[in-house]
């Protein structure tokens, strides 16, 4: 079975401008979680979606938001980049029926800021 | 979710036994022990989980205190593809909804 899908695995963008992340959960899962890692720490959580419903949400501000899709796959926004959202961002996925920290994580993706 | 407390680092020789210990004495009843793993560059992976029963699966066993204060993984026979940040994480087990809250893990190395 395929893992956890993201896109893209690299991206470089501009102070100001928009991000759109893209994460496909495993097959049968309906539930997408998201985090940041920045270098040296442990994954931070941003936002959780269950049957494409907002079921938690970490500490981060209003630039960002997230959302999930009918076929489950999710998608991360930020706007108006700062420097200090240079990260990892990552992606879990859970299935129905089985603890929602049972997570199983996508290989991330690397934003850089300039 | 109760706090965790493990050490920063720890050495293993390749083939022994690594045990890795964590410390949440303000655990509360209807949360579990969750155990991650993350290699350097890659997403964390899931371990193993329990609730007071000690667990065992192809990776490895999870051993809790009777008083659920503490809790010890043990990799049985450590191969230098298991060095990495290992990540101790208590939490309700909710199955609509449940965060994981990354402390700063402990980075095993395992030696030849």
């Known amino acids: 079975d395929a893992g956890v899908t993201q896109s893209p695995t690299h991206l470089i963008k501009t102070r100001g401008q928009h991000v759109t992340l893209r994460c496909s959960p495993i097959?049968?899962?309906?539930?997408v979680s998201w985090y940041q890692q920045v270098l040296g720490q442990g994954p931070q959580f941003i936002f959780q979606?269950?049957?494409?419903?907002?079921?938690g949400r970490g500490n981060f501000p209003d630039r960002f938001s997230a959302r999930q899709f009918p076929n489950y796959s999710s998608e991360l926004n930020v706007n108006a980049l700062l420097l200090g959202d240079s990260a990892l961002y990552l992606c879990?996925?859970?299935?129905?029926?089985?603890?929602?920290?049972?997570?199983?994580f996508g290989p991330g993706t690397r934003l850089t800021v300039t | 979710d109760a706090k965790t407390t493990q050490p920063p680092s720890m050495d293993c020789a390749e083939g022994r036994a690594a045990n890795l210990p964590c410390n949440h004495s303000?655990?509360?009843?209807?949360?579990?022990v969750y155990w991650y793993r993350q290699i350097h560059s890659q997403g964390p992976q899931y371990i193993i989980h329990?609730?007071?029963n000690n667990e065992t699966n192809e990776m490895a066993s999870l051993i809790i205190t009777e008083d659920r204060k503490s809790s010890t993984l043990i990799l049985p026979h450590a191969t230098l593809r298991d060095t990495a940040v290992y990540y101790c994480i208590v939490g309700a087990g909710g199955t609509s909804y449940g965060k994981l809250t990354f402390g700063q893990g402990t980075i095993l190395t395992v030696h030849p």
């Open positions: 879990a996925s859970s299935r129905p029926g089985q603890g929602a920290r049972e997570q199983y």
């Open positions: 097959s049968g899962h309906k539930s």
């Open positions: 329990g609730l007071k």
């Open positions: 303000t655990i509360s009843g209807n949360e579990y």
């Open positions: 979606y269950y049957e494409k419903e907002e079921r």
